[in-house]
């Protein structure tokens, strides 16, 4: 009997790191965040609620801006209003998710698949709904302080929010080096806060230290659920000498220490 290959999964062009950043409401702060974001080739998702564009208190970035602000970025759910919606009925629940993506896909033009929970507030009944609505993830609040990639993808836990520990786990992040693991760092928040406790050079200290990595991927949430899917769709030989990829997405292994891209729609020897 031969031996079996050792066959890993892999981030895009075979690494195996990845960053995603979660920010939610829209607000104004989001324009010097993308900024910084796009100087440092990272990557994030910006939850919006639609139906709270004109808010005196905290101005919001405008529906019109969505789609040349956020390019190269996600647009996601955060409801229409903000409820907390472990207090709502489903039809109430319903609503709130539908007519926010109906809003957000007609700024940004694309289909939009992802959702952070409003005050974080969830239940299991609202998590089964979920992707009814066409909503293929949503994270909740809190920090992990870990880099193990979701298990469940409506209870999606982040690293940190950027005011717990984001140098600390930064550091740890990068010193990661074991390349029989997968590691996802993961940081959310308000771009507010950046204003409200006067520390923007604190976002800007961690994209400048964790941007332009080689071994890392930089990629929106959807992007890597995407990714998590498309994995999960390979169909391997019982022997490993193949794989076929039925979606339309490239994958990436490592096969024995080499990497092999397993382009959509292919059969490939391994």
């Known amino acids: 009997m031969n031996k079996p290959k050792t066959i890993y999964y892999c981030y895009p062009e075979g690494k195996n790191k990845a960053l995603t950043m979660s920010y939610d409401d829209g607000c104004s702060e989001d324009?010097?965040?993308?900024?910084?974001?796009?100087?440092?080739?990272?990557?994030?998702?910006?939850?919006?609620?639609?139906?709270?564009?004109?808010y005196p208190e905290r101005p919001r970035v405008q529906l019109d801006e969505f789609k040349e602000l956020y390019k190269g970025h996600e647009v996601a759910v955060h409801t229409l209003t903000h409820p907390t919606i472990e207090r709502c009925n489903l039809a109430q629940v319903t609503q709130q998710v539908l007519e926010d993506r109906k809003i957000l896909e007609k700024a940004v033009?694309?289909?939009?698949?992802?959702?952070?929970?409003?005050?974080?507030?969830?239940?299991?009944?609202?998590?089964?709904?979920?992707?009814?609505?066409?909503?293929?993830?949503?994270?909740?609040?809190?920090?992990?302080?870990?880099?193990?990639?979701?298990?469940?993808?409506?209870?999606?836990?982040?690293?940190?929010?950027?005011?717990?520990?984001?140098?600390?786990?930064?550091?740890?992040?990068?010193?990661?080096?074991?390349?029989?693991?997968?590691?996802?760092?993961?940081?959310?928040?308000?771009?507010?806060?950046?204003?409200?406790?006067?520390n923007w050079d604190l976002m800007e200290n961690f994209c400048s230290k964790v941007g332009g990595k080689d071994d890392t991927w930089y990629c929106t949430n959807i992007q890597f659920v995407d990714w998590q899917d498309t994995m999960k769709a390979l169909q391997f030989?019982?022997?490993?000498?193949?794989?076929?990829?039925?979606t339309a997405n490239d994958a990436w292994?490592?096969?024995?220490g080499e990497i092999r891209c397993v382009k959509g729609g292919q059969l490939v020897n391994l």
Not at 253 to 256: G, I, Q
Request: charged share 20%; proline share 4%.
């Open 109 to 198: 033009g694309y289909p939009v698949r992802g959702m952070a929970y409003p005050n974080g507030s969830y239940t299991e009944e609202i998590e089964k709904l979920l992707p009814s609505l066409g909503i293929r993830y949503s994270r909740v609040v809190g920090s992990s302080d870990n880099f193990a990639l979701p298990k469940n993808m409506y209870e999606w836990k982040s690293t940190c929010h950027h005011n717990h520990n984001l140098l600390e786990n930064a550091e740890q992040f990068l010193a990661l080096f074991k390349k029989q693991y997968l590691y996802l760092m993961y940081v959310w928040g308000h771009s507010f806060e950046f204003t409200t406790k006067d």
């Open 253 to 256: 292994l490592n096969v024995d």
């Open 31 to 54: 324009r010097r965040l993308v900024e910084i974001f796009n100087k440092n080739g990272i990557k994030g998702t910006f939850n919006i609620n639609a139906g709270l564009r004109d």
């Open 237 to 246: 030989a019982a022997d490993g000498s193949f794989v076929y990829n039925p």
